[in-house]
């Protein structure tokens, strides 16, 4: 059986069990390294004002992280080949991107744009984004997480190409250390057709930048 390690698929008797090597907290140990952190920092983890604070961050996480332990793969598992013919590029710009910096686990907050080029099937639009999602909602780099997303979506779909850019602010830069609030960090990911023409790469570019058709 297979099994995703580190997002990618690996043959089960290959994989390392990281659920062995690093086995999950209890949610109770969690609470206690919240409030150790809050005592850490000043504070005093029994004051009224937080003293609910560790069960509120480890519900949060559960969502921040809820990446961990979902196959990509599968979201891309139901397809469509009534396409009537269509041979161009499909193409969604500007979705919302949140994810956490392994260096800090500060926001990385943004958009991607993404884009396939079908061979006979397409899928339905939203599993598109529900890939960005599961690798966003990982500790990651957005080098990492760009090409973890278009790799696993040239895989899925059997597509003669994929694209990807993605543009964020990365709070481990604007809300502190350099303190540079406006930079943008923009990464892109190319396979199959997109890669070879560059015509192609230019459409897709230029189809972020102008907005519209």
């Known amino acids: 059986m297979d099994v995703i390690v580190d ?16 086995p999950q907290p209890t949610k109770a140990e969690a609470m206690d ?9 000043g504070d005093n ?22 990446g961990y332990g979902q196959d990509p793969l599968e979201v891309l598992n139901r397809t469509f080949e009534e396409v ?19 260096h800090h686990m500060v926001q990385i907050l943004g958009k991607a744009h993404v884009a396939y080029f079908p ?4 899928v339905g639009i939203s599993k598109l984004a529900r890939v960005i999602d599961i690798y966003a909602k990982r500790l990651q780099t957005q080098e990492t997480m760009t090409a973890q997303i278009g790799d696993t979506l040239q895989e899925g779909l059997d597509a003669r190409g994929v694209a990807i850019l993605i543009e964020a602010k990365h ?6 250390g350099i ?20 015509a192609l790469e230019q459409r897709f570019l230029s189809l972020i930048r102008a907005g519209t058709y």
């Open 7 to 22: 997002g990618a698929i690996v043959e089960k008797d290959n994989a390392t069990d990281n659920q062995d090597c690093h």
């Open 33 to 41: 390294a919240v409030r150790t952190l809050i005592a850490w920092a």
């Open 45 to 66: 983890p029994d004051r009224e004002g937080l003293v609910d604070t560790p069960e509120r961050v480890v519900r949060s996480y559960e969502e921040f992280f809820s």
């Open 84 to 102: 009537e013919g269509y041979q161009d590029m499909v193409m969604l710009r500007g979705i919302t991107l949140e994810s956490h910096c392994e």
């Open 119 to 122: 061979t006979n099937k397409v």
């Open 171 to 176: 709070q481990c830069m604007t809300t502190r």
């Open 179 to 198: 303190h540079k609030p406006d930079v943008d960090t923009i990464t892109t990911h190319f396979t199959g057709v997109f890669r070879e023409d560059p």
